[in-house]
């Protein structure tokens, strides 16, 4: 079905987490209203859900391709990030040679359909070499050079950087005055360096407690910066390799509306075990786990749905209610009100879900990208 005016009728996830008789009314690639009256142009039925799209802030590539390496590749992979749901994403290119990430945001010039880059997510080069990770520290600059250079790129929605690097905040400025997401990660920032980047402007954690100082008591840290300041969102990786179990459940508990799933999905997403790259790095994915030579934990293998579904079983919640942190969430973070929820006046981005948890049919700004209709029947 292509964007213009039609209307989908069944079970929605509301705004507060709960699943009701819904219709709602798509015109023009918006969501133009939503009442509870029966009947609509599409009626899923049975038990499909229809919910809003998944908006994944942190993904290395997916289905054996690696946007660091191969910047050509994210319009591949958009066209295939529907079938698991995500609507929109920012893919991530890690610390490597200042040409990738040139290279990554000429990509933007041609149209790509599918899920909707919203912009590049520069993960690095201003990292503590302590904390790199699986980043390769040859390609690490200081905060003074990437300034400089983030000038002349366009097409950037998010930069992690390490705070503790950059004390007189002028990367920091320059990223919030392009109107990019400031994020902070790799670092072994202090509870008052991450607190002082956070006043002035920072809103993000990556990936938190990897590649990140340990929350002591006497030194929380970052992660204790994340957590205390109000308005701070933190991002995690629910794959039960990247965060013990009670440790997702405590950050759930600690930042609620704040917490942002995100896949860091890296090239085996959707496929499986098997070699393959992260960047420069190459990464041995076994059972799950994506690690570099070093044994170091490198991305991950999941998608975005697969960490909605782990951080339900975690939290014991319906995956209803946790939604929110892969859709509403993410678009708070972006500061961006047209994307994450079902209301009036969003962006027509949604996917139907079925008993099991599989997205069977996506819809981009109004217009069906995955699945086909009539859906298949649900139990």
């Not at 890690?94 to 880059?117: I, S, Y």
């Not at 390609?139 to 002349?152: I, Q, V």
């Not at 790129?153 to 990019?180: C, N, S, Y």
Request: include cysteine; glycine fraction near 12%.
């Amino acid at each position: 079905m292509k964007a213009g005016s039609w209307s989908i009728a069944g079970p929605t996830l509301l705004p507060d987490g709960t699943v009701t008789h819904r219709r709602v009314i798509i015109s023009d690639g918006l969501i133009e209203g939503v009442d509870d009256r029966s009947g609509g142009d599409v009626e899923p039925g049975g038990d499909f859900v229809t919910a809003p799209g998944l908006i994944d802030l942190q993904i290395n590539g997916a289905f054996g391709h690696d946007f660091s390496s191969t910047p050509a590749a994210i319009a591949t992979v958009a066209a295939r990030l529907p079938e698991v749901g995500v609507t929109a994403f920012a893919p991530t290119i890690v610390t490597g040679p200042p040409a990738q990430r040139l290279a990554a945001a000429r990509v933007f010039d041609e149209p790509m359909p599918g899920a909707v880059p919203v912009g590049l997510h520069l993960e690095g080069p201003v990292i503590a070499p302590a904390k790199r990770g699986t980043h390769d520290p040859a390609w690490a600059l200081s905060a003074e050079r990437f300034t400089k250079e983030l000038a002349d790129l366009d097409h950037v929605a998010l930069v992690t950087f390490a705070p503790e690097l950059d004390p007189d905040h002028r990367l920091l400025d320059a990223v919030t005055g392009a109107g990019i997401v400031a994020a902070m990660g790799h670092s072994e920032a202090t509870y008052e360096e991450a607190t002082r980047a956070l006043n002035a402007g920072a809103t993000l954690g990556t990936h938190l407690f990897n590649a990140t100082a340990p929350l002591h008591h006497r030194e929380p840290g970052l992660v204790g910066a994340i957590i205390d300041h109000p308005s701070a969102f933190g991002s995690v990786i629910a794959d039960r390799a990247h965060l013990h179990p009670a440790v997702l459940r405590s950050l759930r508990r600690l930042l609620g509306d704040r917490l942002v799933l995100v896949s860091d999905a890296m090239a085996a997403a959707g496929l499986g075990d098997g070699p393959f790259d992260l960047g420069p790095v190459p990464v041995e994915v076994r059972d799950g786990t994506a690690r570099n030579p070093s044994g170091d934990l490198a991305g991950s293998a999941t998608m975005l749905i697969d960490a909605l579904r782990e951080l339900a079983r975690t939290t014991g919640e319906p995956i209803w209610r946790e939604w929110p942190a892969a859709s509403r969430a993410p678009a708070a973070v972006l500061g961006d009100p047209s994307r994450g929820g079902i209301e009036p006046g969003r962006r027509a981005d949604l996917t139907v879900v079925s008993p099991d948890g599989k997205c069977v049919l996506t819809v981009v700004g109004g217009e069906v990208v995955f699945g086909s209709l009539p859906l298949p029947r649900s139990s």
